[in-house]
Structures are given as C-alpha cells and as structure tokens.
C-alpha cells in the first residue's frame, strides 16, 4: 500500500476514534467471562475482515462462548474481565452497533 495513503489512514482512524465514529470489534466469551474490543477500524468491512484472525487467537487460548459484534464506539478498556470485578460500570457507549 502506498506510503502515503497509510499515514493518512492512520490519522483518519484515529480521528475517528477521537469522536467514538471508529468500527471496532467485539468480542463477549463465556469461558473466561470476559468482553474483548479489537480495533479502530475506518468501516465495518475492515473490522468484519479481520474479526476471523482474532477469534481464532481466542480459541486457540481456549475461550468458549464466543459471540461477536461490529460496533462503532468507544471502548475506554480493551479488556473487560469478570473474575477481576471490572464489568461493575459500562465501559462503551455504543455509536451505532451493526451485525456483519
């Protein structure tokens, strides 16, 4: 990919985080209990693309009970585990939520 176009990418994206526009994927697991966000990507079809990658690394380690959503928002924690106390208070308020 041009050179470029990359840094620019990367500044849209992170313009877009900045205003809770950026997609992210996230990741609910029942075993452990635990909410993962993957991202920020620029549409829902990046983050829908590289959904697959990260849900293998999460069977890999042996979670169970994996749902998955493409979201706009703004996760203020990339990891959200139970058996820590963390799910006390919402972490994200969603932008606008779409299924992939």
Known sequence: MNPIWNHTKENLISF???FG????VEIDTQNPRCTYYFGPFLSAKEA?????GYIEDLEHEGAQGIAVEIKRCKP???TIADDMGERSEPQ???ILSSQV
């Open 16 to 18: 877009f985080h900045n």
């Open 21 to 24: 526009w950026a997609w992210w």
């Open 48 to 52: 829908a693309a590289a959904q697959r």
């Open 76 to 78: 203020s924690r990339l």
């Open 92 to 94: 994200i308020k969603p």
